[in-house]
T-cell receptor, first 112, second 114 residues
């Protein structure tokens, strides 16, 4: 079946550090890939998405590129802020399949 | 403003009681979903509905029930048959159920069984 793998964390970084959160997936066909962010006590918000190979999703300084050859969708940001502290979920959605498959979420803590 | 509302934000239940969580959306989305979130387990799908008066079980439907009588509403009932109901419950919706369709989430309801 489909699966998404990401580290649980927490990932602790100093403000202005470079961020990478790895995400790899297993799925048949050509899924769409998503990154969601969850701030404490809230629901999930879409951060970015990519719908085909080599697409780059970007938003709020975050980027991720759909790499079909390595089945990866790593999240990056050049300079994190304290306000980026949250849990980040990688997810995929396959054509003709109602379910969205989520990773376990990676907690990011940014310290001043 | 369009969005998804869930109520209540916090809910306490005694063992053996049924409880219903509300989910309403004004985005005119056809598809709606219920997820359960537990620490270290990510999100797990409970039920989903692609259209009014139709719904399907997800991965962990046992002990839960839903209805979809109106497009805007998808309430979830946690029954006494659910062995470990304490969790954070998230409702979501999407325009349809296509591969590229983004899910939009409500703020969640935290259920605690006393």
């Amino acid at each position: 079946g489909d699966s998404v793998t990401q580290m649980e964390g927490p990932v602790t970084l100093s403000e202005e550090a470079f961020l990478t959160i790895n995400c790899t997936y297993t799925a048949t066909g050509y899924p769409s890939l998503f990154w969601y962010v969850q701030y404490p006590g809230e629901g999930l918000q879409l951060l970015l998405k990519a719908t085909k190979a080599d697409d780059k999703g970007s938003n709020k300084g975050f980027e991720a590129t759909y790499r079909k050859e390595t089945t990866s969708f790593h999240l990056e940001k050049g300079s994190v802020q304290v306000s980026d502290s949250a849990v980040y979920f990688c997810a995929l959605r396959r054509a003709g399949y109602q379910k969205v498959t989520f990773g376990i979420g990676t907690k990011l803590q940014v310290i001043p | 403003d369009g969005g998804i509302t869930q109520s209540p934000k916090y809910l306490f239940r005694k063992e053996g009681q049924n409880v219903t969580l509300s989910c309403e959306q004004n985005l005119n989305h056809d598809a709606m979903y219920w997820y359960r979130q537990d620490p270290g387990q990510g999100l797990r799908l409970i039920y989903y509905s692609q259209i009014v008066n139709d719904f399907q079980k997800g991965d962990i439907a046992e002990g839960y029930s839903v209805s979809r009588e109106k497009k805007e509403s998808f309430p979830l009932t946690v029954t006494s048959a659910q062995k470990n109901p304490t969790a954070f419950y998230l409702c979501a919706s999407s325009i349809a159920s296509g591969r590229t369709d983004t899910q939009y989430f409500g703020p969640g309801t935290r259920l605690t069984v006393l």
